[in-house]
């Protein structure tokens, strides 16, 4: 089982409440707020104002609650931004907003500001990553993710996807892979693929964690079993081949070792072994599983098409 979320944001509109009158004041903030985290979320309101990048704002206080948002003060202002779940714990007053996207809402001082709809553009190669670790045998991909049920449901059917389970918290993700770890059939295994900070409890609970290491916190990647050098979802299919060449080339290995020295334990048992059939058994063998094993460090481009 794989779970991957796979996709970029844009920051597509921006909604201003009571407290806020103009759209940049909303985005300066927000981006300032999200300047430390690496969350796709924070990179597309960064993107939306790159003005973040080379200002003088003072940012302190930098607060990131799990499954929530972040809280942080902005020259001197507090600023939350999150979900509807951070404007609830603060006991602010927020609009609901219809339009389909990932809803941000944003509170200045304990006031709600207004929220940002960010668009969910998916990431180029993810669904021929499904498409091909299905070809691997994959059975089931099941995708966890914070997101909106609409978002979350939306993404999973451009993908492919056979399961959707939405506006989960970082706990929820745990619990949900625990169910799936028993309810999965035996001698099967479970991997999940995460990039995020609070991925990692649940990389490691699954059997197999990934890190897709071009976005991936260091908590993720110290957390996982494997690490992506890159963000390309196409990768973990790849991942997957490698490792099942790697342990066919052992296999052959093992069984080649096995096989020479049983054979010369029978000649030499009957009369028939030498001194060199000895060393050939010892060295020679392990000469050969060397270079065999050495396959593995090549790119077979049949193999890995």
């Given at each position: 089982?794989?779970?991957?979320?796979?996709?970029?944001?844009?920051?597509?509109?921006?909604?201003?409440?009571?407290?806020?009158?103009?759209?940049?004041?909303?985005?300066?903030?927000?981006?300032?707020?999200?300047?430390?985290?690496?969350?796709?979320?924070?990179?597309a309101l960064r993107t939306a104002f790159p003005q973040e990048a080379?200002?003088?704002?003072?940012?302190?206080?930098?607060?990131?609650?799990?499954?929530?948002?972040?809280?942080?003060?902005?020259?001197?202002?507090?600023?939350?931004?999150?979900?509807?779940?951070?404007?609830?714990?603060?006991?602010?007053?927020?609009?609901?907003?219809?339009?389909?996207?990932?809803?941000?809402?944003?509170?200045?001082?304990?006031?709600?500001?207004?929220?940002?709809?960010?668009?969910?553009?998916?990431?180029?190669?993810?669904?021929?990553?499904?498409?091909?670790?299905?070809?691997?045998?994959?059975?089931?991909?099941?995708?966890?993710?914070?997101?909106?049920?609409?978002?979350?449901?939306?993404?999973?059917?451009?993908?492919?996807?056979?399961?959707?389970?939405?506006?989960?918290?970082?706990?929820?993700?745990?619990?949900?892979?625990?169910?799936?770890?028993?309810?999965?059939?035996?001698?099967?295994?479970?991997?999940?693929?995460?990039?995020?900070?609070?991925?990692?409890?649940?990389?490691?609970?699954?059997?197999?964690?990934?890190?897709?290491?071009?976005?991936?916190?260091?908590?993720?990647?110290?957390?996982?079993?494997?690490?992506?050098?890159?963000?390309?979802?196409?990768?973990?299919?790849?991942?997957?081949?490698?490792?099942?060449?790697?342990?066919?080339?052992?296999?052959?290995?093992?069984?080649?070792?096995?096989?020479?020295?049983?054979?010369?334990?029978?000649?030499?048992?009957?009369?028939?072994?030498?001194?060199?059939?000895?060393?050939?058994?010892?060295?020679?063998?392990?000469?050969?599983?060397?270079?065999?094993?050495?396959?593995?460090?090549?790119?077979?481009?049949?193999?890995?098409r």
């Amino acid at each position: 089982t794989s779970c991957p979320d796979h996709s970029s944001h844009d920051a597509d509109n921006v909604h201003i409440g009571e407290y806020s009158d103009k759209e940049k004041i909303l985005l300066h903030l927000a981006a300032h707020a999200e300047h430390f985290t690496t969350h796709p979320i924070g990179a597309a309101l960064r993107t939306a104002f790159p003005q973040e990048a080379t200002d003088d704002c003072e940012v302190t206080d930098v607060e990131e609650i799990a499954g929530q948002g972040i809280r942080a003060k902005v020259n001197g202002k507090v600023v939350c931004v999150g979900n509807k779940k951070m404007m609830e714990s603060i006991g602010t007053q927020w609009h609901d907003c219809n339009q389909v996207g990932t809803i941000i809402h944003v509170a200045i001082d304990g006031k709600y500001a207004g929220h940002i709809v960010i668009n969910d553009t998916l990431k180029g190669g993810s669904a021929h990553a499904i498409r091909e670790l299905k070809e691997l045998g994959i059975e089931k991909t099941v995708m966890l993710t914070g997101d909106r049920r609409e978002v979350g449901e939306d993404v999973a059917h451009k993908l492919g996807l056979d399961e959707c389970r939405a506006e989960l918290l970082p706990t929820d993700k745990v619990s949900h892979v625990e169910q799936l770890l028993k309810t999965k059939p035996a001698g099967k295994t479970l991997a999940y693929v995460g990039d995020g900070i609070n991925d990692a409890p649940v990389l490691k609970r699954a059997d197999v964690g990934i890190a897709m290491g071009g976005l991936g916190s260091d908590a993720a990647i110290e957390a996982a079993d494997v690490v992506l050098m890159d963000d390309d979802p196409r990768k973990i299919a790849l991942a997957v081949k490698i490792a099942r060449r790697t342990i066919h080339i052992a296999h052959e290995n093992v069984i080649f070792a096995i096989g020479v020295k049983v054979a010369v334990l029978i000649l030499a048992t009957i009369g028939l072994g030498t001194m060199w059939m000895a060393v050939f058994a010892d060295v020679g063998v392990t000469v050969l599983a060397v270079l065999n094993a050495m396959r593995s460090l090549g790119k077979n481009r049949l193999f890995y098409r």
